[in-house]
């Protein structure tokens, strides 16, 4: 029992017990012209606002909610759905079948009932709860889910309990919200550093656009070596088992400084050459595999192997700084794509990494100055990052302790965290 595990002071209830109900089913094509709010898996998927869709355009029966109650996504609960829906539309409301709703009653605060649905109360046993031939079609069986028992403790505590991860979760957007900011300050920084240059000289027209006067467009393979990696039999386990190489796959290639890495191999398991032996500083780029089309790159800042779907690039005349090409890549990623070949996969191949045009300045001076500038964005981007990632664990930690009693929002100081509006995410990552 539950109940054992609770402060003496809280109660048990069933979610079907603190569902008022209300939710009743309506064929939209009944209505061909009336304007809906919609709440699909789509639409939530996409950033949790609703759709506004006319009657006509939407098939078959859904659910008519009220302006305010919580939806579960039943289909393929592995994908964790939860939306807390505050409608002040005027519009009537739809909700896929997809979803599970719950309409709160007087013994559940919305907000407690929200982080409720996250908690481990409930969203394991759910995804448990499953009827379905294959993962991606299994759903929550309705009449299981509505059976769950959860902890309710009195309602002033589900209220401050709800206001606390409410401003946790705030913070946490609000770091999202900054990164994806930097980022765009970032896009447009490398905009006009690479087509402007520091200098202010006038630009000339080049085969990939304006670059300042006095730059060159190169191929990236005039100044670079450009070689692929190797990976070593999995049927042998002696490359892998023990090994104290670091092995970098594509799918590690992302935009940063590899420090570390999954999986080693043996000294044997690169069959003795050095030449598959790179050293810090190498720029990675992924060619094929997961990746691929998004042209990844990376700096290796340990000396480490990467796999045969990798571009291990290094300078042979130093005329190109290596950390100005990696952001001048980052920057192309698109053109890039554009010349890989192949159907679905869209590969990319040596040849074709070595016949990237790359325009920089024959001023090192001036690369290294862009390059600071580059730095110092994305060190504002990791910062945010991490912070996100503290509150990230500040959040799953208060859910946990603060959903089963073990601490009580009255015994904490809460003077370091700001308060801030309570808008609860529609998904968290």
């Known amino acids: 029992m539950i109940a054992d595990t609770l402060p003496p002071e809280w109660s048990t209830s069933t979610l079907r017990e603190l569902h008022a109900g209300c ?28 759709q506004v869709v006319c009657g006509r355009d939407i098939l078959s029966q859904k659910l008519l909610i009220p302006h305010q109650c919580l939806l ?29 709703p719950i309409v709160p009653t007087g013994d559940l605060d919305k907000y407690f009932g929200y982080y409720l649905l996250w908690s481990e109360w409930v969203l394991p046993i759910a995804q448990r709860l499953v009827s379905g031939s294959t993962p991606s079609r299994q759903r929550v069986e309705p009449a299981s889910f509505y059976n769950i028992q959860v902890p309710l403790p009195p309602i002033e505590e589900q209220r ?19 990164i994806a900011v ?15 240059g520091l200098r202010g ?42 090994g104290s190489i670091p092995w970098i796959k594509t799918a590690e290639v992302d935009y940063r400084v590899i420090t570390e890495t999954e999986e080693h191999i043996t000294p044997v398991g690169l069959n003795g050459s050095a030449a598959k032996l790179l050293s810090p500083g190498t720029l990675i780029l992924a060619m094929y595999g997961q990746g691929a089309t998004r042209a990844r790159v990376a700096i290796l800042g340990i000396e480490a192997a990467c796999n045969q779907a990798c571009a291990a690039m290094n300078p ?8 100005y090409l990696y952001h001048y890549l980052t920057y192309r ?21 070595r016949d990237v045009p790359v325009a920089f300045s024959l001023d090192k001076i001036e690369q290294r100055e862009i390059v600071a500038i580059l730095d110092a964005i994305d060190r504002k981007i990791d910062l945010h990052r991490r912070k996100r990632e503290v509150l990230n ?18 015994d904490l100081d809460l003077s370091a965290l700001e308060r801030t509006q309570i808008v609860p995410a529609a998904a968290r990552a």
């Open 23 to 50: 939710v009743d089913s309506l064929n939209p094509g009944d209505y061909p012209a009336e304007a809906f709010e919609y709440y699909s898996i789509p639409a939530y998927q996409a950033g949790g606002n609703p």
């Open 316 to 323: 042979t005349d130093g005329a190109v700084d290596t950390k």
């Open 72 to 100: 579960f996504g039943k289909l393929n609960p592995r994908v964790e759905k939860v939306w807390n829906v505050e409608s002040s539309s005027n519009l009537r409301r739809l909700a896929s079948t997809e979803w599970l």
């Open 333 to 353: 990623y698109h053109t890039i794509r554009q010349m890989a070949h192949g159907g679905q996969q869209q590969n990319l191949n040596l040849d074709i990494v």
């Open 160 to 178: 401050s309990i709800g206001d606390l991860l409410g401003r946790v979760d705030a913070a946490i957007s609000a770091q999202d919200t900054s």
């Open 201 to 242: 000289e006038a630009q000339k027209e080049t085969e990939i656009g304006p670059v300042p006067e006095s730059w060159l467009v190169e191929s990236l393979g005039a100044h670079h070596s450009v070689v692929s990696g190797g990976t070593p039999s999995r049927t042998n386990p002696a490359y892998w088992q023990g």
């Open 393 to 410: 664990d500040l959040f799953k930690t208060l859910l946990h302790k603060l959903m089963t009693g073990e601490i009580r929002v009255s």
């Open 182 to 196: 930097t980022h765009d300050s970032k896009r447009a920084a490398m905009q006009a550093l690479f087509t402007r």
